[in-house]
């Protein structure tokens, strides 16, 4: 069964650094995209950044609010993913979702962790 | 970047009656390279991850009910649910995946009148 996993939100003051995590299990880490997603409180949904595969050679795509603050990593010999968070700002607060991709789309999500950026 | 317009941004349809709503990117998602759209349709429950209904613009998931289906190429695109059932209410996201980044709908949210 395909599971992904994220961990590790949490308050965060602004300026401060949080790093989320994606457990994955259920299939070959190394053969797929995995994007990060997020969704503000009563707001749409937000594509935050991807990871391509090994065959495309993990290249690493961010959205535009959050090049330059946010890094995405991968270990595969871990089955997990990462969101290193820099700099966060209020408008970071959201639920942030790490989504596996399949024959053109997300085909299985997590369930989600909810990081707050307050002070 | 694409930018993506989700029309309406709410719709009321009573059960059982047909709902269509519509998708409009600012540039075409049609690759020809491969003739397929780069475009997909999401539902949105609060508490719940996405999920996936359909994908190159009319490729139904796995385990998604036939009465959702995909139309439209190139720029514009409708997603149609064909008799709404109460466990359809939700807000429902198109995304392009043709270019990064990848972007969303601002949604339409699809309740019951």
């Known amino acids: 069964e395909v599971q992904l996993v994220e961990s590790g939100g949490d308050l965060v003051q602004p300026g401060g650094s949080l790093r989320l995590s994606c457990a994955v299990s259920g299939f070959t880490l190394s053969d797929h995209y995995i994007d990060w997603v997020r969704q503000a409180p009563g707001k749409g949904l937000e594509w935050v950044g991807r990871t391509r595969n090994k065959a495309n050679r993990y290249i690493i795509d961010y959205a535009a609010s959050v090049r330059g603050r946010f890094t995405i990593s991968r270990d595969d010999s871990k089955n997990s993913l990462y969101l290193q968070m820099d700099s966060l700002r209020t408008e970071d607060t959201a639920v942030y979702y790490c989504?596996?991709?399949?024959?053109?789309?997300?085909?299985?999500w997590g369930q989600g962790t909810l990081v707050t950026v307050s002070s | 970047d694409i930018v993506m317009t989700q029309s309406p941004d709410s719709l009321a349809v009573s059960l059982g009656e047909r709902a269509t709503f519509n998708c409009k990117s600012s540039q075409t998602v049609l690759s020809t390279s491969n003739n397929q759209n780069y475009l997909a349709w999401y539902q949105k429950k609060p508490g719940q991850p996405p999920k996936l209904l359909i994908y190159w613009a009319s490729t139904r998931e796995s385990g998604v009910p036939d009465r959702f289906s995909g139309s439209g190429s190139g720029t514009d695109f409708t997603l149609t649910i064909s008799s709404l059932q109460t466990e359809d209410v939700a807000v429902y996201y198109c995304q392009q995946y043709y270019s990064p980044p990848l972007t969303f709908g601002g949604g339409t949210k699809v309740e019951i009148k």
């Open positions: 989504a596996k991709w399949q024959s053109g789309a997300a085909d299985s």
